[in-house]
């Protein structure tokens, strides 16, 4: 008897969803592979939109979300827009592919989509403020630009209790802060802190009465408290340390 077994039967529905659009994902990500973006059509184009129903209807809203940003390139390509980058379409494709691996992987290992929340995603993010202070530290920091006109930041941060990286992100719209991710790390996150998101990424911090939501995400408001924490170095990386290339994917 598998874990799956005791579960609502919303919960073992969700669980079937997932099944039939993991492989539903690997086969459209492997004909467009075969085919090529040359060839890219409006057929094309409604099974992007196809699979974006599909994986929102497992509750796969990572998923959902690179299949929405595919289908707004294809759109983009087929009207031969000037702004249209392969690069962005790679990205997404490649992305697509490494989170329904990540989803086939933990469905084998019989894990519930309550315990997988940080790989699914949530498509309405609530946020509860935290009772005792958290202690963490930054493991390295990225930009991005979206297709949808936002730029942000995003900071990946370790924690002394838990296996998965929280994360700390702050987005604007390209339309008033331009598309260069360098002017919002150099902003602060949060208008009541006198720390830039620069200054945040490096060494390690105890945030008081931060928000979190129930995949990781960190939201720092006009309340919060920052102050320093014991750096740990090295050991805060442990966690996610690979041994070669085949171990970083499975990682990925």
């Known amino acids: 008897m598998s874990a799956l077994d005791d579960q609502p039967k919303r919960v073992r529905d969700q669980v079937e969803r997932m099944y039939a659009a993991v492989d539903a994902v690997d086969a459209l990500l492997a004909r467009l592979g075969a085919e090529g973006l040359q060839r890219v059509s ?9 699979m974006e129903t599909t994986a929102h209807n497992a509750g796969m809203v990572h998923v959902e979300r690179r299949f929405a940003t595919l289908a707004t390139l294809a759109e983009r390509y ?3 827009d000037p702004g249209f980058a392969a690069g962005a379409w790679v990205a997404a494709v490649n992305e697509a592919w490494l989170l329904n691996r990540a989803t086939r992987r933990a469905l084998a290992e019989d894990r519930l989509p309550a315990d997988m929340r940080y790989l699914l995603g949530e498509a309405r993010r609530t946020y509860s403020v935290l009772d005792a202070p958290l202690e963490v530290q930054p493991l390295g920091a990225s930009g991005w630009v979206t297709e949808t006109g936002f ?4 900071v990946l941060c370790a924690t002394p209790d838990e296996a998965e990286p929280l994360t700390l992100s ?12 360098l002017r919002l790390y150099r902003t602060p996150p949060a208008p009541a802190l006198d720390l830039t998101l620069a200054e945040l990424a ?7 009465r931060a928000k979190r939501s129930a995949d990781g995400r960190l939201g720092l408001h006009a309340e919060v408290e920052v102050a ?11 966690p996610w ?12």
């Open 78 to 80: 087929l009207a031969r």
């Open 170 to 181: 702050i987005a604007r719209p390209t339309m008033h802060f331009g598309d260069e991710p």
């Open 241 to 252: 340390r690979v041994a070669g290339a085949l171990d970083l994917l499975d990682r990925l």
């Open 42 to 50: 409006a057929s094309s184009l409604a099974q992007l939109k196809a």
């Open 228 to 238: 320093p924490a014991p750096y740990r170095g090295a050991r805060a990386y442990a």
């Open 202 to 208: 490096h060494g390690a911090w105890a945030l008081t």
């Open 151 to 154: 730029v942000g930041v995003t």
